[in-house]
């Protein structure tokens, strides 16, 4: 049973940053492809940015220029370096993992407890 265990997550004001990380169950990060997905307030849940076993990223196109999605495959970590936040970015953050490696939620094989982004 795989376990994900995301930190990092906090009240910053607008423009500021912050990074999440993602522990997960040994050997979970090398070997599967993984996302961070995160849900708004009222909305429906949404992939952010998706990492593979290769490391080919995809970054949803809110995201884009201002999110980084990065692993650390020997820690067994999942990283989400966020700039730039907006309010609209105020939302829980999940780590899952995905099989197979798609975008869609049907995916989702595992999920993280989530951890709360708030951008004011």
């Known amino acids: 049973h795989v376990q994900l265990v995301e930190s990092g997550g906090d009240s910053v004001q607008a423009g500021g940053s912050l990074r999440l990380s993602c522990v997960a169950s040994?050997?979970?990060?090398?070997?599967?492809?993984m996302a961070w997905w995160r849900q708004a307030p009222g909305q429906e849940r949404d992939w952010v940015a998706i990492?593979?076993?290769?490391?080919?990223?995809t970054y949803r196109d809110p995201v884009k220029g201002r999110f980084t999605i990065s692993k650390d495959n020997a820690e067994d970590v999942l990283y989400l370096q966020m700039s730039s936040l907006t309010p609209e970015d105020t939302a829980v953050y999940y780590c899952?993992?995905?099989?197979?490696?798609?975008?869609?939620?049907?995916?989702?094989?595992?999920w993280g407890q989530g951890t709360q982004v708030t951008v004011s």
């Open positions: 990492i593979d076993g290769r490391g080919i990223i």
């Open positions: 899952v993992v995905l099989n197979p490696c798609s975008l869609s939620l049907a995916s989702v094989t595992q």
């Open positions: 040994p050997y979970t990060v090398s070997t599967y492809c």
